[in-house]
């Protein structure tokens, strides 16, 4: 069954350096997703990408965040200087066009020493 | 502003009885739809069961069903002859937007823990 990567499974940096979390959506998937979830706390939209440009961000999602689809399988998070506080499981989705459910990576752990 | 409201942080049931959890959610638009999600300790986020606002039945999946209230803005996930594996968080969630690309809003979840 087709399913959304997502690579590395945990990532540690230190504060103020650059990450990039890698996903991989469900191959005939057109709409993507961010998600993040700090420990304990309750899931949260960033932000969804569709035709090669954001269609909705969250005010989580300020300008240390950027999205990029590369190369047409990838779709990156990228964030530019981290913080203590991004440390949480960062989730990508996907979903087909015309279909609302949205199917979840397993999900990134970023830790920010 | 929608928001989605898990209320019961923990629960636990004994292996093959029945649990519900439940979810309230608040929304000014007429066309939504409500979701379960599981999120066992892989931290993996699988879908468990989807309802259609529009659509007064009850959707249901295998051991899974809900209680959908509209008007009450009610939407609990009742669990039947409960297995181990079905350990987990589960996370109620709300769409809004477009079909395709609305957000998903979620609750803070509930940890289930289902005892031999």
């Known amino acids: 069954e087709p399913e959304v990567t997502q690579t590395p499974s945990h990532q540690v940096t230190q504060m103020g350096q650059e990450v990039i979390l890698r996903c991989v959506p469900i191959s005939n998937h057109l709409y993507f997703y961010w998600y993040r979830q700090i420990l304990g706390q309750k899931v949260e939209f960033l932000v969804s990408?569709?035709?090669?440009?954001?269609?909705?961000k969250s005010e989580i999602f300020d300008d240390q965040f950027s999205v990029e689809r590369p190369d047409g399988s990838n779709f990156t998070l990228k964030i530019r200087s981290t913080k203590l506080e991004d440390s949480a499981m960062y989730f990508c989705a996907s979903n087909l066009p015309g279909m609302n459910i949205q199917y979840f990576g397993a999900g990134t752990r970023l830790s920010v020493l | 502003a929608q928001t989605v409201t898990q209320s019961q942080p923990e629960m636990s049931v004994q292996e093959a009885e029945t649990v519900t959890l439940s979810c309230t959610y608040d929304t000014s638009e007429s066309n939504y739809y409500l979701f379960w999600y599981k999120q066992p300790p892989s931290r993996q986020m699988i879908l468990v069961i989807r309802q259609e606002a529009y659509k007064q039945q009850n959707a249901t999946e295998n051991r899974f069903s809900v209680n959908f209230q509209k008007a009450a803005k009610s939407f609990s996930l009742k669990i039947s002859d409960s297995q181990l594996g079905d350990t987990a968080m589960y996370f109620c969630?709300?769409?809004?937007?477009?079909?395709?690309?609305?957000?998903?809003?979620f609750g803070q979840g509930t940890t289930l823990q289902v005892k031999p």
């Open positions: 969630a709300s769409l809004h937007g477009s079909g395709n690309t609305g957000k998903l809003i």
């Open positions: 990408f569709y035709n090669n440009e954001i269609s909705e």
